[in-house]
């Protein structure tokens, strides 16, 4: 699949083509959202969840970018 024909789909299209090809890779909490990151081909897509509501508020996908940044490390390193 790819990032264009993702973009495509209607959000619940896009959750179905998160569980079937998505490979897990972090996930990111504030107090306002809970985010889950995944990788499908050649792009990203994060999951992003209201955690009052525990309902999906939206669905993000990305190849790069500042998206990317809240999953790194950088700012813990000794």
């Known amino acids: 699949m ?33 985010c889950n990151i995944y990788a499908i081909d050649k792009f990203f897509v994060e999951v992003v969840y209201n955690p009052e509501s525990n309902s999906i508020t939206e669905i993000r996908s990305f190849k790069t970018g500042a998206l990317l940044d809240k999953y790194s490390n950088i700012d813990n390193e000794v």
């Open 2 to 34: 790819t990032l264009y024909n993702f973009n495509k789909l209607g959000l619940n299209e896009r959750m179905e083509a998160v569980n079937q090809s998505g490979t897990f890779l972090d996930n990111h909490v504030t107090d306002t959202e809970r």
